[in-house]
């Protein structure tokens, strides 16, 4: 009587992580952005520069929009941490480089995206809508901190809501143009200026070695 044959198990195909998969595929998002206008952003484009089938698209993300969306949460995550240096710190003067140190070196990493999101909320109200209210955020909360240092006698008698609101957009505006598009401009030449615009505005002198 011969011997039965012994089928072989097919090797189990390993599972992804969620969490990879869902970063795997914003990285791709953000690749994207960086070489291309949002307008060409299309599912079918982000999935082909991962290892992943399309319907792992849709097991985190609804759309591109979503995807956007979610591009736009997890830089204004990395910018909350560092604008906190200032925001949360005690060193007044001091702590405004340190934050836009920060804020800076985030624009050398994701100049290029948080351009094109920019161009794109001209044309997507989803988009514009996310991207206003990543910048609106920042306003508020420096409004808030502008009114805590002139509480303490340290910021010069300026309009907390308006120098908020002019010194985060001149920061969107000349950021994106500076670290945003080729070539890029020195960051640390961009910190210096930023440092100055910031702390003449607030504190009444040039720079962080003239505390007012």
């Not at 039965?4 to 998969?21: C, I």
């Not at 995807?67 to 702590?95: P, Y």
């Amino acid at each position: 009587m011969s011997a039965v044959p012994v089928s072989t198990p097919a090797p189990r195909r390993p599972r992804h992580d969620p969490r990879e998969t869902e970063r795997e595929i914003l990285d791709a998002a953000e690749g994207f952005l960086r070489e291309h206008p949002f307008r060409e952003l299309t599912v079918q484009t982000v999935m082909g520069r991962t290892g992943l089938k399309r319907p792992a698209f849709y097991v985190h993300f609804r759309d591109r929009h979503d995807l956007a969306l979610r591009v736009v949460d997890r830089i204004r995550d990395e910018l909350v941490a560092v604008a906190n240096r200032w925001f949360e710190g005690g060193e007044a003067i001091a702590d405004v480089r340190s934050a836009l140190e920060g804020v800076v070196a985030v624009y050398v990493e994701h100049g290029p995206v948080l351009r094109a999101l920019s161009d794109a909320s001209g044309s997507d109200a989803t988009v514009e809508a996310a991207y206003r209210a990543l910048v609106q955020g920042f306003i508020d909360a420096t409004s808030q901190h502008i009114r805590s240092e002139q509480a303490t006698g340290r910021a010069v008698g300026v309009d907390p809501d308006e120098t908020a609101r002019a010194l985060v957009w001149l920061n969107e505006s000349y950021l994106k143009e500076a670290l945003g598009r080729a070539p890029e401009a020195d960051p640390s030449m961009v910190v210096d200026v930023l440092e100055h615009i910031w702390i003449a505005t607030l504190y009444g002198s040039t720079s962080a070695s003239e505390p007012r």
